[in-house]
C-alpha cells in the first residue's frame, strides 16, 4: 500500500478502492497561445498529485488533502453550486470539487459521492500546473470508479470547465491535456483549436541535455485579472482583424496586419502570440530532427517576446533566464502564465552544477530570495497506481 493509500485508510478508516496519479507540466514553448486557438508543447513533470479513492452510496463528496490544513470537507453534491465555492482555508476543495459539479452537469453521473484523499509534490503557484494535476486526478478517479466512458481529451476539458467555470480561472485547455494526456519521453504538440495530439520524442538524457526548472518561489495568481485582461486584448485584437482568433493570422502576414491596429497595446499583444505560434512549430521541427540545442535560441526569443510584448515576465524571472543562459544554457524563457514562478533553461547535463550556481548567486546578489531548482524529464500522463 503506497503512503496516499495508508493515509486514506488511517483517515477514513478503510482502504480506498485505488488510488491515481497526474502530473504537472512544463511548457517548453507555446504560451499564452492555448486561448487563441494556437498550438502549444508542454511535457508532463515527474511530480505529481496522487488520489486515494473510494465510492459511497449517500451523495456526499469528502475530500482530505495532506498538504492543506483544512481537515475533510464535507460537500453535498447535488448542491454544488458555482456561486458558492468552498471558502477560506478550504478554497483548495474547489478544484476537486469543481470536477465533481463539472461531471454532474454534463449528466456523468457520480451521484454516489466519494471519499477523496489526494497528495501532492507538485509546487503550488509556481507556474507548474498543480491545480490542473488534482483536478485530473480526481477526474480519472471518479470516472473510474463510476466507470464514465471519459476520452482522455474529454477528461481535460472537463477538467478545465471545473477551473473556468467552477474555480473561476479563464485559463485554456494546455495544462489539463498536458497532465491527462502527455507520454512518458515526449513533447505534447496540441493544436488548441482542433485538439489534435502530436507526441514529440523528447528524451533530453540520451542527448546529453537536462531541462532546469528554476522556480522564482514569486507566487503567481491568474485569477487576479492580468491573465484574463491578456485573453480579452486578444479577442479584442482578433475582431478588429476581422479574423476568428489570433490562430488565423499567418506570420508571413503579421507586419501587414500590425499596420491595421491602431492600439500599440493590440500591436504588442497581436506580435507575441503571432510570433509565438511560429516557434512552436519552428521547435517542433526542431526535435524531430534530433536538433534538440538549436532550440534553445528559440525559447530565448519566446522569453522576451513574453518581456517585451506579452509584460506577463517579472525581474526574478527575467534575473533566472539572464543568469542561466550567461552561465552557458542553450536558451531559457519563463514557463507558464506568468507573473512569477518558474523558468526553464536547456543545458548540457554536466553544465547543471554550475548553471545552478550561477542562478542561485545572481538571485542573492539582487537581494531576492533563493530559487528553487530542480530538473524535469519528459514524464507520463495521467494513470492509476493501484
Ligand atoms: C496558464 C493557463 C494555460 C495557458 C498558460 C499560458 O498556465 O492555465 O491555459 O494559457 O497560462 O500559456
Redesign the pocket.
Known amino acids: 500500500m503506497n503512503a496516499t493509500a495508508r493515509e486514506f485508510r488511517e483517515l477514513y478508516g478503510y482502504p480506498p478502492e485505488g488510488v491515481w496519479a497526474a502530473p504537472g507540466r512544463v ?1 517548453l514553448i ?6 487563441n486557438d494556437g498550438f ?1 508543447l508542454p511535457f508532463a513533470l515527474p511530480q505529481r498529485t496522487e488520489a486515494a479513492a473510494a465510492r459511497r452510496g449517500d451523495g456526499l463528496l469528502r475530500l482530505h488533502s495532506a498538504d492543506a490544513p483544512s481537515g475533510v470537507v464535507s460537500l453535498d453534491i447535488a448542491a454544488l453550486d458555482p456561486a458558492h465555492p468552498p471558502p477560506g482555508a478550504a478554497s483548495w476543495a474547489a478544484y476537486p470539487a469543481g470536477v465533481v459539479w463539472a461531471l454532474r452537469d454534463a449528466g456523468l453521473p457520480v451521484g454516489g459521492g466519494a471519499d477523496l484523499h489526494v497528495r501532492s509534490d507538485v509546487p503550488t503557484g509556481a ?1 507548474l ?1 498543480s491545480s ?1 494535476a488534482l483536478e485530473v486526478a480526481v477526474g480519472l478517479a471518479l470516472a473510474d470508479l463510476y466507470g464514465l466512458a471519459l476520452t482522455r481529451p474529454e477528461l481535460a476539458a472537463l477538467a478545465r470547465r471545473a477551473e473556468n467555470a467552477y474555480v473561476g ?1 479563464p ?5 489539463q491535456t498536458a497532465s491527462a494526456c502527455a507520454t512518458d519521453g515526449h513533447a505534447l504538440h496540441l493544436d488548441t483549436r482542433s485538439l489534435e495530439q502530436r507526441h514529440i520524442p523528447f528524451d533530453c538524457a540520451a542527448a546529453g541535455l537536462r531541462l532546469l526548472v528554476i522556480d522564482t518561489r514569486v507566487k503567481h495568481a ?1 485569477a487576479d485579472g492580468a ?1 484574463a485582461r491578456r485573453r480579452s486584448s486578444c479577442h479584442e485584437a482578433a475582431a478588429v482583424l476581422g479574423v476568428p482568433a489570433l490562430r488565423d493570422l499567418p506570420y508571413e502576414e503579421l507586419e501587414q496586419a500590425l499596420a491595421g491596429l491602431a492600439d500599440p497595446l493590440h500591436r504588442k499583444r497581436v506580435r507575441h502570440v503571432v510570433t509565438e505560434n511560429e516557434r512552436v512549430v519552428r521547435i517542433v521541427e526542431l526535435l524531430r530532427s534530433g536538433a534538440f540545442r538549436e532550440a534553445g535560441p528559440l525559447l530565448t526569443e519566446g522569453h522576451a517576446s513574453l518581456r517585451d510584448d506579452y509584460e506577463v515576465s517579472c525581474p526574478e524571472l527575467d534575473l533566472a533566464v539572464a543568469a542561466a543562459n550567461a552561465a552557458g544554457a542553450y536558451g531559457s524563457r519563463m514557463t ?3 507573473f512569477g514562478g518558474s523558468a526553464l533553461a536547456l543545458i548540457d547535463a554536466d553544465a547543471e552544477p554550475e548553471v545552478a550556481r550561477a542562478v542561485t548567486g545572481a538571485f542573492r546578489g539582487a537581494g531576492h530570495a533563493p530559487p528553487r531548482i530542480t530538473t524535469a524529464a519528459p514524464s507520463a500522463g495521467a494513470a492509476r497506481l493501484r
Open positions: 511548457n507555446g504560451e499564452h497561445t492555448d486561448y502549444v507556474g500546473s490542473a480561472v485559463c485554456g485547455v494546455m495544462d491568474l491573465y507558464g502564465g506568468g
